[in-house]
């Protein structure tokens, strides 16, 4: 078993406890920390929601989360351990009543690491903030997190960090963004960083463009309601997709100092082309997924799964072509997609290298493809580069393009921590590398309000896509247009 540093004796508030991120997520992810042993005997956890549970039925709660999502990992001796410090505290957090008595449940050990995870409604974050300091709940050093997305345009975004800036300092406000906490996310710093072959190359001169693919095979099902509140491009692009294009695009930070990283991403957005009205129709596409089949079921599409006749325009599919003007990038273009109900589960960079300057082979030895380098996030973390080689024989001199392959599961065979594993413990040890700071949130927006701005003035609508596929046909002519098409990612 790998070694981990332990976290101090903490309490753990989650506002949103019962919900369905708290229950897919964050508990399994505790609880895999538990068995890990990085908990003090005494840290507790406790889940904050309007529902009125016993802590029994909290804890029988809990149990069916972890069994429904990890079904072959219950540990009957983490398990002890770890139902012997959940609580649940009934509050509603748009009511001025009931604070009092999280303040008695916390009184106890007023020494403690204090984090209040919230797991709501970004609107909620700014009134639960002013709540918890009216009620003496923000001790010095307290830190709060904020899910993403914060806000819903940039205006709301930076209402949302005032709000919760007049309670907690910016060091102590942890806006997470999942995708950060992903080791081959993190392995890009080394992989830019560590390599002296591949910083040189890094570039406009021998890079011809990037794609960043996030597709999800799964639709809004459940959460559909809550999905055409707020749409793909505000869920994903604002967010994962411009976090990962950073990580690529940004020059080297000074050192690893959360300053000094956030600071080279900052830049990054800075320097991101505006898409405007005159543009946004060229560069930018939208879908929404009718009905399909995923795997050989049949899938409803997503205005059926709202119901009632919906006529929704809110998008499942976002590709956009963007630019970063300046020295190292001018003129290469990185091609980002996101999509629900797309062909399959899969996350990935491709760094598409440009062709050799002059062929010496024959016609007869075949095409000589660019190397292309793919960086895989989910499902099967790695990183793979594409070489030429020759094909074995004698005769015709062959040529054949094979990839040099590092898989993260073949190399590391031990489990490591997943993304909100790391970030949890990342948050309790009050280290804010993966976390964004508020001038990224809002940069982010900046740009993305672009878009939105666009799509309303050109009256832009969605367009179909069949459910299984890889989105609509707009988002191929968007590269047809440069004489490029799509990398097929390598997904479930």
């Known amino acids: 078993m790998a070694q981990f540093r332990p976290a101090e004796t903490f309490d753990l508030v989650i506002f949103g406890g019962t919900g369905d991120l708290a229950r897919r997520k964050l508990l399994p992810a505790l609880f895999h920390r538990e068995i890990d042993?990085?908990?003090s005997a005494d840290s507790r956890i406790?889940?904050?929601?309007?529902?009125d549970l016993p802590r029994d039925d909290f804890v029988a709660f809990v149990r069916s989360a972890l069994e429904e999502h990890l079904p072959a990992e219950i540990n009957e001796d983490a398990w002890a351990r770890f139902s012997q410090r959940l609580y649940h505290h009934r509050q509603d957090v748009t009511s001025d009543t009931g604070w009092e008595s999280l303040h008695e449940k916390l009184s106890v050990g007023e020494d403690r690491v204090r984090v209040f995870y919230l797991a709501m409604l970004p609107a909620l974050y700014g009134p639960t903030a002013t709540h918890l300091a009216r009620a003496g709940l923000v001790t010095e050093g307290a830190r709060i997190v904020l899910e993403k997305p914060v806000g819903e345009d940039f205006t709301s975004a930076r209402r949302i960090n005032d709000e919760v800036g007049e309670v907690f300092a910016e060091s102590n406000i942890f806006r997470i963004d999942h995708y950060l906490g992903k080791e081959t996310v993190q392995n890009l710093m080394a992989l830019r960083f560590a390599n002296s072959l591949v910083e040189p190359l890094w570039?406009?001169?021998a890079i011809d463009h990037v794609q960043i693919t996030v597709a999800e095979n799964l639709g809004a099902g459940d959460r559909a309601a809550f999905y055409d509140r707020t749409g793909t491009l505000r869920d994903m692009m604002q967010n994962h997709m411009l976090q990962l294009l950073c990580l690529v695009a940004m020059e080297a930070p000074a050192s690893l100092d959360h300053e000094d990283i956030r600071g080279e991403?900052?830049?990054?957005?800075?320097?991101?082309?505006?898409?405007?009205?005159?543009t946004v129709r060229q560069v930018t596409v939208r879908g929404q997924y009718t009905s399909g089949a995923i795997d050989g079921t049949v899938v409803a599409g997503y205005r059926e799964e709202l119901g009632?006749?919906?006529?929704?325009?809110?998008?499942?599919?976002?590709?956009i072509k963007a630019e970063i003007d300046n020295w190292r990038w001018a003129g290469t273009p990185f091609y980002l997609r996101s999509g629900k109900r797309l062909a399959a589960k899969a996350s990935e960079i491709v760094v598409q290298f440009r062709p050799v300057a002059h062929s010496i082979f024959p016609r007869e030895s075949g095409t000589i493809e660019p190397n292309r380098l793919r960086i895989r996030l989910q499902p099967d973390e790695g990183v793979e580069l594409s070489m030429v080689t020759k094909e074995p024989g004698p005769g015709v001199?062959?040529?054949?393009?094979l990839p040099l392959n590092l898989s993260f599961s073949e190399t590391y065979p031990l489990r490591y921590p997943d993304a909100y594993e790391r970030l949890l413990m990342e948050v309790l040890r009050g280290n804010p590398a993966l976390f964004m700071h508020r001038?990224?949130?809002?940069?982010?927006?900046?740009?993305?309000?672009?878009?939105?701005d666009g799509w309303a003035r050109e009256?832009?609508?969605?367009?179909p896509y069949v459910a299984g596929t890889w989105g609509p046909s707009g988002a191929v002519r968007l590269l047809d247009r440069d004489d490029r098409h799509w990398s097929a990612p390598r997904g479930d």
């Not at 001038?439 to 939105?452: F, K, N, P």
Request: hydrophobic content about 35%; aromatic content about 8%; proline content about 3%.
């Open 308 to 319: 009632d006749g919906s006529e929704s325009d809110t998008e499942t599919f976002v590709a």
């Open 459 to 463: 009256e832009m609508r969605v367009e």
């Open 203 to 205: 570039r406009r001169g």
């Open 439 to 452: 001038s990224e949130v809002e940069c982010a927006w900046h740009w993305i309000d672009g878009i939105i």
């Open 37 to 39: 042993g990085q908990f």
């Open 46 to 51: 406790i889940a904050s929601s309007r529902k």
């Open 397 to 401: 001199f062959r040529l054949r393009s």
């Open 265 to 278: 991403k900052i830049k990054v957005l800075r320097a991101l082309r505006p898409i405007t009205p005159d």
